[in-house]
């Protein structure tokens, strides 16, 4: 099997958010997995996704080759979200100081081919 991989790290969101499209897109043909991105309300969320995705799909192409190259063979084997580093602030408050926990993630697409 010929795979495209693609990592986006740091990505500003905690990753029980990303987790949810991920599942959307797991184990689909290429297209359907761009159409069903690209459909989806929420940019702040599937933006990071789709540009991971493509990423990988590129990642591919040169992999295998342009001319032997076919998008209806190619699937999303993987996508894997794992939780990043936590980025803490303080925001003054009454009586005592409130802790903001900014969240990121790591996003990992794998595309391959089917047999």
Known sequence: MNYGIAKSRFVRGSARKYRLIADLIRNKQ???ALNKL???????????IYKTLKSAIANAEYKVGKAKFER????????????GPVLKRIRGATRSPALIRRRTSHITIKVGEKE
């Open 30 to 32: 290429i297209d359907k």
């Open 38 to 48: 690209y459909v989806l309300e929420n940019p702040k969320l599937k933006i990071p």
């Open 72 to 83: 209806k063979n190619f699937y999303v084997v993987e996508v894997k979200v794992d939780v």
